[in-house]
């Protein structure tokens, strides 16, 4: 190799060397200011919270007070809050039935809430949903005139669903169905808007029916007013049990 060569092959490498210290060099100084722009970005980012909104169609929820409530629970900047924490927290609400949380800039904590509608009452102080959820809030005088059924809890499904049936076949006899019992070992109760309370029992609850309905659109309309409660668990009849000072009990 002549000394030209060396000369080259040297000034190569030194070429490669500062490259690469100026590469590293740039390396480190990028990695510093994207650093530092990250914080900053952060410290921006991650602000107190100044706003609580809270949206969504309701009728029994006050959101301005939940709004309140929530903003004297944040304790942490915006970025550090646990959204899924917030939400179980709003959903302990008997009338929430979901809600959604997230955050905005400026600084803010957004909610959408989806509040619970009743379609009937669950027994003396409960309220069912149109799923069959139950929940618990307090109960109003306007909620009397929904329908009231009363069961086993994992049965609500199946209980809204007869009396949905059900009523339909009293509405086509001038009647209207107001509550529904079902006891544990399967019998059904009835409740009219007339004050008469039907003892259906478990088997073949829709003959039965249809036979008592027959048998007060002839011979029992007249004197509703005067009955408390017919059973109608007999292979053929009725029995009638007057209120009182109405009657003697009888089976027709």
Known sequence: MTGTETQDATGQGLDRHWRAVVILTLLV????????????????????VAEVRVGGATRHLDKTLLAQTLAAGLDRPLLQLDL??????????????NASVRRQWPPAVEVVLEEEVPVARWGDKGLLNHQGDIFWPELKPEYAALPKLTGPAHETVRIMQQYHDLNRMFSAAGLRLTGLMLESRGAWTLELDNGIRVIAGREELVPRLKRFIRIYQQSLASRAGQIEQVDIRYTNGVAVSWRAGAGNNNAG
């Not at 650093?35 to 991650?46: G, M, Q």
């Open 84 to 97: 899924k924490v917030l939400q179980e927290r709003l959903v302990q609400d008997p009338w929430v039935h």
């Open 29 to 48: 100084v990028f990695l510093g200011v994207g650093s530092s722009v990250l914080r900053e970005l952060w410290s921006w980012l991650n602000q107190p």
